[in-house]
């Protein structure tokens, strides 16, 4: 009899605000699922103007206190690095009250992931909208 064949890793979107909250707050959750990231627990899928937007929050004057520009600047690099890098989706239709967010369900549906989480309540008050949205403490709950 044939082995089954391996189980596909989950594809999933972290938004912006996740990921400044797993450098910000290394105890929370966002941190941890950061580090289940780098262990290889689920494939991050990201696009250029994620990580810009990423990179423009962390170098904020307010978070001046909290991380250095080289810090940043690694954290950064890592995603870069290791995540699946997609283009910038295209956006077919406005989804959020807030039309800054509207790349973020855009990506995750371009990308076909699995999940997309966030912690933006515009964000996780979509209902049924695929992909799903989790907290990232359901998130962690569904690993």
Same mark, same amino acid.
């Given at each position: 009899?044939?082995?089954?064949?391996?189980?596909?890793?989950?594809?999933?979107?972290?938004?912006?605000?996740?990921?400044?909250?797993?450098?910000?707050?290394?105890?929370?959750?966002?941190?941890?699922?950061?580090?289940?990231?780098?262990?290889?627990?689920?494939?991050?899928?990201?696009?250029?103007?994620?990580?810009?937007?990423?990179? /423009?929050?962390?170098?904020?004057?307010?978070? /001046?206190?909290?991380?250095?520009?080289?810090?940043?600047?690694?954290?950064?690099?890592?995603?870069?690095?290791?995540?699946?890098?997609?283009?910038?989706?295209?956006?077919?239709?406005?989804?959020?009250?807030?039309?800054?967010?509207?790349?973020?369900?855009?990506?995750?549906?371009?990308?076909?992931?699995?999940?997309?989480?966030?912690?933006?309540?515009?964000?996780?008050?979509?209902?049924?909208?695929?992909?799903?949205?989790?907290?990232?403490?359901?998130?962690?709950?569904?690993?």
């Amino acid at each position: 009899m044939a082995a089954a064949p391996p189980a596909r890793a989950l594809r999933v979107v972290l938004d912006p605000g996740v990921l400044v909250s797993a450098l910000l707050s290394p105890r929370g959750a966002p941190a941890r699922l950061y580090l289940l990231w780098l262990s290889g627990e689920f494939e991050l899928v990201v696009c250029p103007h994620l990580l810009e937007e990423l990179e /423009g929050v962390l170098r904020r004057p307010k978070f /001046g206190d909290l991380v250095t520009p080289d810090e940043v600047e690694e954290f950064v690099d890592v995603i870069r690095r290791r995540a699946i890098t997609v283009e910038n989706p295209v956006i077919a239709e406005a989804v959020t009250r807030d039309p800054g967010d509207d790349y973020v369900i855009a990506l995750a549906q371009a990308a076909n992931v699995d999940h997309l989480v966030s912690g933006d309540k515009d964000l996780t008050s979509l209902g049924t909208v695929s992909p799903p949205v989790l907290s990232p403490g359901a998130f962690l709950d569904l690993l």
